[in-house]
């Protein structure tokens, strides 16, 4: 069975103070691995894929990077603007476009 | 603007209950995808419709129904709605091969 893990729960940060979220997984046969963001009350929103170990893919303040057993979320001087809760999915092999998600890090950054 | 629309926004239902959410997509998407997600366990699968004319079953399917009515509509019956039925239900499109999925806004839907 696939299985995501994401850690931590929850992160605060102060503005400019940079951190990292983590998203284990076990999967039989990565095709890709998806990270989204999602504000309060609203729908995830897409960020990242990832398809191979290796692979890093950035978007403003966010790097994501993969390797065989996780991915990294990097935010570079956070801003308030990037709370929200980062969710990572992953799509095995054969699986008709089926995603598995975590339960998501819920990251607050302050003035 | 494009994407993915969901009615109702809101729903409070009693228990016994039917209703059918809503979800329609002006991309011009093949793949369409219904989740819920529950405090602490993450968005899971109900029903998904990879093509026109095609539905299967996901991870959560017990207690709803789908139909494919079109290309861009994708519609999630409850029969006879249970409290644990409350949840918030997405609906998602992809097309085929494209990264990603398009989530609408959701449905908040509380079973009494």
């Known amino acids: 069975e696939d299985q995501v893990t994401q850690s931590p729960e929850a992160l605060r940060l102060q503005e400019g103070e940079s951190s990292s979220l983590n998203c284990s997984y076990t999967v039989s046969g990565l095709r890709g691995l998806f990270w989204y963001r999602q504000d309060p009350g609203k729908g995830p929103e897409f960020l990242f894929t990832l398809y191979s170990a290796g692979e890093e893919k950035e978007k403003e303040r966010l790097k994501a990077t993969l390797t065989k057993k996780e991915s990294f979320l990097h935010i570079t001087a956070p801003k308030p603007e990037d709370s929200a809760t980062y969710l990572c999915a992953v799509q095995a092999s054969g699986t008709a476009s089926k995603l598995t998600f975590g339960t998501g890090t819920r990251l607050q950054v302050t003035l | 603007n494009a994407g993915v629309t969901q009615t109702p926004k809101f729903q409070v239902l009693k228990t016994g209950q039917s209703m059918t959410l809503q979800c329609a997509q002006d991309?011009?998407?093949?793949?369409m995808y219904w989740y819920r997600q529950d405090p602490g366990m993450g968005l899971r699968l109900i029903y998904y419709?990879?093509?026109?004319?095609?539905?299967d079953k996901g991870e959560v399917p017990n207690g709803y129904n789908v139909s494919r009515l079109n290309k861009r509509e994708f519609s999630l019956r409850l029969e006879s709605a249970a409290p644990s039925q409350t949840s918030v239900y997405f609906c998602a499109s992809r097309f085929r091969g494209q990264d990603g999925y398009t989530f609408g806004s959701g449905t908040r839907l509380t079973v009494v």
């Open positions: 419709s990879a093509s026109e004319g095609t539905t």
């Open positions: 991309m011009n998407h093949n793949s």
